[in-house]
Every structure is written in structure tokens, then in C-alpha cells.
């Protein structure tokens, strides 16, 4: 099941260094700037709640409050897909992804479902930092033989480097985040994985969205992003799209 949540986020995936909690060298005079260091004098700010899908305390003060997390804001929509292909065996895989901003957050609802057959179902829920980086995510995989639920959180961000925004092409950016998955099969015992990704993209061209996609609206910005996971130990290559009308990153899947 772990292959399972690193599939879907997969599917979907400044000059400075921040860390969760200030180091010692964030207080020392001339300090590298960026540091994160919570400021006593100020109440910091705090992201919007989506109860089904939890967010860490420290996790969500640190992307409400840091420059490297900003987002453009806006009136957006939400953006759907749809697929279908042979399964292998003589019927029709369907896959259906979603994304779309919650108001007020910088953060993007992930909805991804999968019907192989039908005795198979996949599915994910996942709330993303820009459409990019799962910060809280629940799915399940069901089977005529068992079925196989897992929840994540992510619990650490560090390793910060660049600007996200605003996109400028040939500027890049990377991150680095540790997760804990917790899985489990019915009747069976809980297992708990550990795994760090590091992240790194560089901003392309911007061209009308519907280029990328016919019927999509307003612009499309291209991403070319690579990422290791300790997982798997292998180096993925994905292209996403920052669409102005959606406000996130979104990933199109191949027809």
C-alpha cells in the first residue's frame, strides 16, 4: 500500500534554508536569510482547517507563514480528468483525478479514484501544498481478496531552496519532506514507514492552457521537477502545469 500512496502522489507530485523548529545558527548576527524563527512579538498566522484531512500544528504555522509557501490568490476553479484504458484482461481501467484550491489556503484538494475492475478500487484524498507537496493524505485499495487502508502526514519541510513565486522561466526551487505512512489490511496489524523525498523544479514557458489541454482556460506555466524518495531509492521525472484559473499545479494525465 505504501507503492500505492507514493504512486498517487506521484501521479499527481530562495536562497535561504528553513527549518521547522530555528536553529542556532537562524539567531546568530548575519544569519542566512530565510531562517524561520518564530517570533514571540507576533501571532502567527494559520491555515485553513479541512477536518477529514489533519494537518500538523508546526507543519501548517510554518506554510501559513513562510514567504517560500505564498501563492498567488484569486477566484478559481477546479480542475477534472478522466480516463479510461485497457485493463488487461478484456475490460476498461477508469481513473478519474481532481484538484482544486481551498479558499483561503495555500494548500489544494487532491482527489484521485481508480476502478481497475470491478472487484478492484483505488482511491486517495490528499491535501497538497500548491498542488505539489501532500501534506495530509488517506487512501484505501480494495480487492475480492482484502482490503488495505493508509494515512500520512507529512512532519518535517526543510531543505528549502529558491522561490517558488512569482514563476519566472528558467528560475528553480527544491524542498525536501519527511512523512510517516501508517498501513494497514483488515485483521491484520498495522505497519508504519518513514519516508523522505527531496524535490527539485525549474519553471518553463508560459502558453494558454488550452495548448496543454483543449478546453482548459487562462495560462498554463510549465514545470520540469525530478524527485528521489528513500523508499524506492529511484529518480521520477514529472511535468506539471500551474494553471491560473485553477491555482495549483496540476499533473495531465496521459490519455
Known sequence: MINLILFAVALFFAQSNLCLAAPPECKEPGAPKGCFEK?????????????????????GELIANSPFFKLPTGDYSPFEAHT?????TGGTMQEKTSIERVAGSPLCRYSWDLV???????????????????????????????TNTSISQTTRLDKLTGQPFPLKSGNGFSVEWTSEYVSQYVGK???????????????????????????????????????????????????????????????????
Open 189 to 255: 496489524k498495522a505497519e508504519t514507514t518513514v519516508s523522505v523525498t527531496h524535490l527539485t523544479c525549474q519553471v518553463g514557458a508560459t502558453g494558454p492552457a488550452s495548448v496543454v489541454q483543449a478546453g482548459l482556460k487562462g495560462l498554463a506555466t510549465t514545470l520540469a521537477c525530478t524527485s528521489t524518495s528513500s523508499v524506492s531509492g529511484r529518480i521520477n521525472a514529472t511535468t506539471k502545469y500551474w494553471l491560473d484559473s485553477v491555482g495549483c499545479f496540476v499533473s495531465i494525465p496521459k490519455p
Open 84 to 88: 479510461a484504458k485497457p485493463n488487461g
Open 116 to 146: 481497475s475492475s470491478v472487484d478492484n478500487k483505488m482511491k486517495s484524498e490528499a491535501l497538497m501544498w500548491a498542488g505539489m507537496i501532500p501534506i495530509s493524505m488517506r487512501s484505501s485499495d480494495t480487492s475480492k481478496y482484502s
Open 39 to 59: 517570533s514571540a512579538a507576533s501571532t502567527p498566522a494559520t491555515l485553513t482547517p479541512v477536518p477529514d484531512l489533519p494537518v500538523r500544528s508546526d507543519i
